[in-house]
């Protein structure tokens, strides 16, 4: 094992510069732990000359990701340069067919072509690692898929999205909207080229839905994750949450019930003195529960240079090392068709609402409540504007549907100004 | 891969029924995903007739741990016994020579003896694997010396010993001397048959060697561990603290620096609103902080036997999985010496004195200060019985010396009653 592992790296962007830097600045300590070295043959990006914060004049360039893959000199092709389909695809089909490991950061690819790509490496006898696809420096994959590995699993839970969790703390602190927020990051370059990526949930969705496949040995199922972004919740809901004990997160949940499995990345309420609660900014948390080990807590930066390369770094030692499982943590021949469950878990619900201050409005609510089956845990009213009234309720547990069900009732009432919000507290 | 893996099971207390009761739970679930069947081919304990809360009788059963070792049918030496000599050391050894890989919880006998098992078991071609032995069912070990390995690690911190944190939390939280607590948690059968092992700071500084190994590729030292317990932490000063905005922890702090590694699990006052601030009860949380990565924090249960019996599977599985690396992340003949820092880094301290009632006093305390180069952050007087005044200080950083001489010239002044409580800070 003292013949060099040499990497192709595809992509050389924030988290390609920063994989370099990591194998340029440590060659003798990556020796060391991995065994052999871990040297750079070859890298390729879209354009050869631009200005980078690390030198490549000593590696040999592709133009063309799939004939980096190909190379000779490349033992391990690295994939960072993202993007479901097109050159990323092709490449990392490319390495496989050539029978060579993969190490990839892209959630894209693998949320949507995960099964297809898993059952062409093994039959390749090749892995496919994807660490710092989810929750960027936070070994969260090799945690579940390994150290987990005796556990059934309940559920997991996790903001991977650091851009949104920034959205809605900032909101929260400085008392601003989501629509000034979301220029603001904009501006700071923390959106997507497409935000809809970052505050529509999909980002984080495809994450979700790597890690619902390894803790419940279901194919991928992104298509099957209920999705709901940020883009709706308000400065008024942050701070009535907060008034209640709660924060609101993006909050993805994956488990599997009698029912089928659930797979939702949507705005949720979190005890605010909760971890999760507590998260503050881009940090990440992921949280799983195993049968026996109880509640794991995972906590780290999702994003950036360092923390993804690291997470990089990680898969690529491991192979050094000789480590090698089935890509989701089994056979993918032997994962499971995912059935989502149709009905989520019950659980308790925020609702806020305005009511025209008349007298009766407020056991109208409650009657509309009562009528749906729903009792009620905690309601405030607050002080109000001359004609309406806000009135927060907080539920007991109860579905989805039965919520649905209320709010209609509540437009019969004819007392309910605007359409209620009802946003599910996860029991954290 | 489709023979069976065959475990012999040493030790039968807590840990090992949670191991025999996962494999028995679990056989499908372990097969796909380790790849081939997990079974027990033996057991070994001290009393066989014991009563147990899982069906050992249809295992093997050998009285003698270094005879269940060597049997033939067992390809992998679960070693739960505990205690850092005798039939467990005699019983790894026996695997190790039979060319058996280890599977241990046993934190003692790697952190006395973890560089001669290293040795020999890296001679013989096997591995050594412990997560069980460091903070319960987080997987640390594999996120340490896998997840993390391409960082150069600067720090690592953690409490890890859930008895000790249970028995800070509960003085806060009830307002109980330590003395009571302690005997609380001796009645709840929290505390080793030689409580010094928990409050003593013993068995969480066995797990700090480990960590530090692992961490900056140097040779378990325990016998370098600056150790001091928590049996002087008064109520007082977990109020006081608490004022300040700080919780006091038992926190492990294992860090390379100019002068060398330092390793510390001693008392420490750390920010209220830090997630080590933050953690309650018998959970544990370790920190790692690497060069890429940044700061990743990991909470979960510590001990009991689902968490611990969870990280053994963990280690099972992977070896099922044909995993293997060298025991403490890289070879251990490669292992540094670990040169131990005669000074620790500096820090802020917490003092707490009380001043006799007298005009001046508190110049007097200053001056001292002041001429141990010493320089105030924040100072707090408290009103006072009739002759006497708690006042407390927290220092800007320093080191641990200089406040050692500060104290010294305190006794001088004549206006310090008893002796000053003296605590650090560390920067979490």
Known sequence: MTDPLRLGIAGLGTVGIGTVKIVQRHAEMLA????????????????????????????????????????????????????????????????????????????????????ELA???????????????VAGGIPVIKALTEGLAG???RRVMGVMNGTCNYI??????????????????????????????????IDAGHKLALLAAIAFGTRVAFDKVELEGIERISIDDIRHAADMGYRIKLLGVAQMTGRG???????????????????????NMVVLEGDSVGQIVLRGAGAGEGPTASAVMGDVIDIARGCDLPIFGQLAASL????????TAPAPYYLRMTLVDKPGALAKVATALGD????????RQYGHSDTSAPVLIVTHRTTGADIAHAIRRFEETGVVLGAPVAIRIEEV
Chains 1, 2 share one sequence.
Request: aromatic share 4%; charged share 25%.
């Open 168 to 201: 809605l703390t900032r909101m929260e602190d400085a008392g601003l909207p989501y629509e000034t927020v979301f220029e603001e990051a904009r501006a700071l370059g923390y959106l997507e080229a497409d935000p809809t990526l970052d505050v529509g949930g």
């Open 336 to 343: 499971a068709e995912a059935v989502p469950a149709l009905v």
């Open 119 to 133: 059952e062409a490496a093994e039959a390749a006898g090749v892995s496919i690692r994807f660490e710092a696809a």
């Open 151 to 153: 556990n059934a699993i």
């Open 32 to 115: 060391r732990r991995g065994g052999r070295p871990v040297v750079i043959s070859a890298v390729s990006a879209r354009s050869r000359s631009k200005n980078r914060d690390a030198d490549i004049s000593g590696y040999g360039w592709e133009d063309d990701p799939v004939a980096l893959a190909k190379r000779d000199d490349v033992d391990v092709f690295v994939e960072l340069m993202g993007g479901s389909d097109g050159p990323a695809k092709a490449a990392t089909e490319a390495a496989i067919a050539a029978g060579k490991p993969v190490v990839t950061a892209n959630k894209a690819l693998l949320a949507l072509h995960g099964q």
């Open 261 to 283: 499995l659930e797979q939702r990345m949507s705005p949720c309420l979190v005890p605010a003195d909760s971890p999760l609660g507590q998260l503050q900014g881009g940090t």
């Open 372 to 379: 749906a089956g729903i009792s009620i845990d905690r309601m």
